[in-house]
C-alpha cells in the first residue's frame, strides 16, 4: 500500500518568513495529492491540492510543488502569519473513491 | 460545496457501554465514507471504508466487532464503538468525497467526536 512520509514534524518560522514542508510517497499509480490544516481540536481543512498532470500549483500565499519521478511534493507558504500556525498534513491517493494515505503532520508555528 | 455533519461533537460514556457515531452528507450523496481516528498530537489513521449498501472495509488491525459500521443510506454513515473501554477514548472522525457526477472535488472532512470513555 500507499506510504507517505513528511517533514519536518515541527517548524518555527517569524512572521513574514517562508515555510516548506516536504512529503514523500511510495506508490507510483497515486494521482492526488491533498494538503489539509486542522487546528487543534477541529476538522482537517482543504487548503490546496494537485493532481498528477500538474506540476505546480498556487492559490495566494500556498503552492504546492509535485516532482512525480522523484515521487515527492512539497507545501509552500509565504508571508506567514500567526493565524498560519497549525498542524498540516500531506496526503495522496488514487483518484477516485480510493482512499487518503496521511502524512504524520508538521505542527508549523509563526511567532509574531 | 461538500458539507459533512458528524454528530456529536463530545461523549462521555461509561466503561463497558456502546456510543454510536453519525456522519452526514448534507448537500450530495456519498456511497463511500471513511472512519479515521486521531490521537493525540498524531495523524489520522484510517480505520475502515463505509460502503453504501455493503460491508464496511476495515484496516488491519481494526477490530470489525468492536467498531461497527453501517452505511444504510447514501447520506448517513453511523460507527458504533462497542463496549467502549478507556483506551478507546480519542477523536473519530469521518469523510466523505462529493463525486465528480455531482461536482465533487476533493474530500470533506466532519467536525470529529471527542469520545472520553472513563
Known amino acids: 500500500g500507499e506510504n507517505v512520509e513528511q517533514h519536518p514534524s515541527t517548524l518555527s518560522v517569524q512572521e513574514g518568513d517562508s515555510a516548506v514542508i516536504k512529503c514523500t510517497y511510495s506508490d507510483s499509480a497515486s494521482n492526488y495529492f491533498p494538503w489539509y490544516k486542522q487546528e487543534l481540536g477541529k476538522r482537517p481543512q482543504l487548503i490546496i491540492d494537485?493532481?498528477?498532470?500538474?506540476g505546480e500549483k498556487k492559490d495566494q500565499r500556498i503552492a504546492v510543488t509535485l516532482n512525480k519521478t522523484a515521487k515527492h511534493f512539497s507545501l509552500h507558504i509565504t508571508e506567514t502569519q500567526p493565524e498560519d500556525s497549525a498542524v498540516y498534513f500531506c496526503a495522496a491517493s488514487n483518484s477516485g473513491y480510493s482512499t487518503l494515505t496521511f502524512g504524520k503532520g508538521t505542527m508549523l508555528l509563526v511567532s509574531p | 460545496g461538500a458539507v459533512v455533519s458528524q454528530h456529536p461533537s463530545r461523549v462521555i460514556c461509561k466503561s463497558g457501554t456502546s456510543v454510536k457515531i453519525e456522519c452526514r452528507s448534507l448537500?450530495?450523496?456519498?456511497?463511500?465514507m471513511f472512519w479515521y481516528r486521531q490521537f493525540p498530537k498524531k495523524s489520522l489513521m484510517l480505520m475502515a471504508t463505509s460502503n453504501e449498501g455493503s460491508k464496511a472495509t476495515y484496516e488491519q488491525g481494526v477490530e470489525k466487532d468492536k467498531f461497527l459500521i453501517n452505511h444504510a443510506s447514501l447520506t448517513l454513515s453511523t460507527l458504533t464503538v462497542t463496549s467502549a473501554h478507556p483506551e478507546d477514548s480519542s477523536f473519530y472522525i469521518c469523510s466523505a468525497r462529493k463525486p465528480p457526477g455531482q461536482g465533487g472535488y476533493g474530500y470533506t472532512f466532519g467536525s470529529g467526536t471527542r469520545l472520553t470513555v472513563v
Open positions: 494537485i493532481r498528477s498532470n500538474v
Open positions: 448537500d450530495f450523496q456519498a456511497t463511500t
